[in-house]
């Protein structure tokens, strides 16, 4: 490849090739030598290419972290599932420089409604109860209403069993018993109470994926904006370039 004074510019100031020329050396020298393509050819070209775009999102994130103030990030590489969403090239350089995790790590992400556990009415239903424990059948008997002692909110299957089973026979409001157990002999009433919602819910890997989307299409607005890319250099997929082969 002909060496370039410049390989692109970043916020209208020009990158120069130095960073370009170590990645290629670092891939050639690597661990996937033999899978890359020979030197001099469209293929090792669109190589270039491909680099081109992870350095300078690089530089792009570098600068937008420098100017938000943000401390480099250090973590796992990505796995495959994680990678696939983000892209090639934007995974790539996730995993290769703490600074394009730190502004990723800083993107706000709101998790779609689609994406979350739907409103859902808490299990078990709750009553709001009224109850009295007797000593004596014949006290039981002569209860009124106003004798009874609120015990809140419940879920009538916490109440002794004889007195969920009754209150669950009776209309609403209905005084239920004497009903006794080896506790004595119980009165009570109840009413349902409105039923709750839960809120929403979010896995949190559900959450990462819509870091993941949103830091994704930042990114493609980031570099439609402030990069420019040099003759030659373009994206790998872009049509007008001589070496692109992916046809519709």
Known sequence: MTRRAVIGWVDGLPVGPERLERRLREL????????????????????????????LTEVLCEREAADRGLAP???RPLDRRAAVELGSVNASACDGNPWVRAVFEATPAEVPAAWRTPDRPAEPPLHRVRHRLF????????????????????ALGSLPAAVSAALRSLPYGTLAGPVRDALGWHVAQAWPEPPQRLPQQSDPRAAEAARR?????????QRAERIRLVPGLEHPGDPRQPDNHHKH
């Open 213 to 221: 989307r949103a830091f994704a299409r930042w990114l493609d607005q």
């Open 28 to 55: 050639r020298e690597g661990p996937l030598a033999a899978a890359l393509p020979a030197p001099g050819g469209s293929e090792d070209r669109q190589l270039a290419r491909w680099v081109t775009q992870f350095v």
């Open 73 to 75: 990030v250090d973590g």
């Open 135 to 154: 000593a004596d059948e014949d006290g039981a008997r002569s209860a009124t209403a106003g004798d009874l002692e609120p015990l809140g909110a419940v």
